[in-house]
């Protein structure tokens, strides 16, 4: 909001009104804002992506997904079979918690291709663990890619 010596001179008169007015028509504005960013969420929400039919182009339109990562969820795919659910993104490479947890309103699984493709749910590769220096805890399926200070910490999942 920008207040002009105009203003200021109402404003010394008792002109309160004025600024109120000018005040309340930016609120609106950043309140309209919000709402349609609201709105566009919620009505990509109720669109969400099947992960075993998405072809790379959809999946590079979800926020937070690159070629790279949209690459390796095909290949994971191509590999084990079908998702039989979202959090098993975890097990692609590139997806750890802090990523599922940003994508995951985007995606779902059809039920028809979980209930037909469940063999695969054997054959996936461990998760592992470690605690970084903060306590915090990161998962990982390819213990190489943990930094040397960690690897002490590092523990297989059961």
Known sequence: MCIKSEDLKVFSKGGIPLLLKKFLSFKRKILIICILFLLN???????????????????????GIGKVIAKNIIEYREKNGPFTSVDELL?????????????????????????????????????????D????????????????????SLRKVD
Do not use: C, M, W
Request: aromatic share 12%.
């Open 41 to 63: 969420s919620v009505v990509f929400a109720l669109n969400q992506l099947d992960l075993n039919t998405a072809s790379l182009e959809d999946l590079i339109k979800i926020p």
């Open 91 to 131: 097990k692609v490479k590139g997806i750890g918690i802090k990523k599922l947890n940003q994508i995951k309103p985007y995606f779902t699984v059809s039920n028809s291709t979980s209930q037909s493709f469940s063999v695969y749910s054997n054959t996936s590769s461990p998760i592992y663990l470690y605690k």
């Open 133 to 152: 220096e903060k306590g915090i805890l990161h998962y990982t399926q390819f213990p190489e890619s943990v930094p040397p200070k960690y690897r002490k």
